[in-house]
């Protein structure tokens, strides 16, 4: 087991972020824990309000609409919505600290431009008719996943890494890409204004 297992604490729900490896006081580590409780405490909607810009927000208030419709689920959909916003903020609190070492930061600029070209292909499919490739979305997902698992592998307990497994199980499911690129669907609204936000966010260069 490496130092910054040792030092984590999987039992606690929210304290997802591994402590750093070291004896004695770090004021750098003290501030990642001081920002890990805060995160902890901190309502949903507060760390919307208070870490995520509109745009981002606006594309989180539609993906949980959409996760509650198609699972019929409240409790569920809310869950899903809970691990993508902890895990976005999570790994923005460790890259603002400098937490990421060289390869790792390769790894995060990889991640950035798959995540870039995930977001055009969702874009376009939904767009354009009949262009929907459901195999080659489903990869470009499993992708993001897999590069998203290297950069939190180091800072992440094996519980947050968990829920970044669950979230992203959830979108590469066959029927719920059906439903989402049929131009008929029953999320279409959700998909309009979804795409809306992703153009305005890449426009701004914020994707």
Known sequence: MSGAEENGRPGDSDSDIM?????GFDAKGFGLRAQKKLLGKMSSK???????????????????????AFTGDKKQAEKLLKYIIKTIIKVGILFRNDQFNASELQVVESFKSKFHSLVMTVVSFHEVD????????????????????????RHLTDKSKGRVDTVFEFFEGEELMDAL???????KKEMDSITADMHKMMDEGNL
């Open 130 to 153: 009949f262009t929907y490739d459901k195999p080659f979305l489903k990869s470009s997902i499993e992708e993001c996943r897999q590069l998203l698992q290297s950069i939190i592998q």
């Open 19 to 23: 402590a750093e490896p070291g004896a």
């Open 181 to 187: 690129f049929n131009p008929s669907g029953p999320h």
């Open 46 to 68: 507060k760390i919307v309000k208070h870490f995520i810009d509109d745009s981002t927000s606006q594309v989180l208030d539609n993906t949980y609409k959409i996760m509650k």
